[in-house]
């Protein structure tokens, strides 16, 4: 199945990589205050949205007991990321790096097809940067480094969502009035690769849904739980 790599933009993960021990890190630099994110950017109104999101995403998972262990860098594009001309946004585990257009490149590769069916601006622009932070901290916090792309995105679909400001979020829940997923076992590979802006809206609402959402995100994280993927699903 050819799959539309637009909607694929922002969720491209290095998971695949087979990852050894990060080497310790003795010195590092920090733009962004009292967080392990170091920004390349000489636009100080692009630091202050990148900062804000990663701010937010680390304010999120540090409520549910989830901390970032090592720094991440973030290298910003204005010509687009070389090799994925469709992305975003992306995160490389091999690097612990993200990789991110500026807003205004984002702006200009969006203008056809809206990410959300909504207008790349701050605020989107802001809630993409939580996304690729989720990945980051998320990797490093999995028990499993080979954790499956549905846990991946799980999560930071639900940073992502979480984070947004409560306008864009009620927007973006209106237009796509979709039900949450049941459990687990309804998450799928092929409802995320046919559409996964959808999929993020459903596994936002399930995790809205849950009595218990520290738990179920500590038991994501160690592998006591994981979405069930399918052999058909492998293509």
Known sequence: ??????????????????CGPVAAQV????????????????????L????????????FFLSHGVEIKRQISIKLHDTGIRNH???IGLYSAKKDRIDLLTLD?????????????????PALYTS???HEVAHAIADQNFANRDASLLAHEYLAYVAQLMTMTSGLQAKILQ?????????????????????????????????QSLPEQSQFIQDLLSGSIKPIIREAEWW
Request: proline share 7%; charged share 15%; net charge negative.
């Open 175 to 207: 237009r796509y009035d979709l039900e949450p997923f049941a459990s687990l076992e309804h998450m799928s590979l092929t409802y995320y690769g046919l559409n996964p802006n959808a999929f993020g809206v459903k596994a936002f609402l399930h995790y």
């Open 105 to 121: 490149y984002a702006k200009h590769q969006c203008a056809r097809q809206q990410p959300f069916g909504m207008p790349m601006n």
């Open 27 to 46: 010195a590092f630099s920090s733009n962004c205050p009292a967080l392990l994110i170091d920004v390349d950017t000489q636009s100080p109104e692009e």
């Open 128 to 130: 993409f940067v939580a």
């Open 48 to 59: 202050a949205l990148i900062c804000a999101g990663a701010e937010k995403t680390s304010a």
């Open 1 to 18: 199945m050819r799959l539309n790599l637009y909607f694929l933009l922002f969720m491209y993960l290095g998971i695949s990589v087979a």
């Open 85 to 87: 001309p469709a992305h």
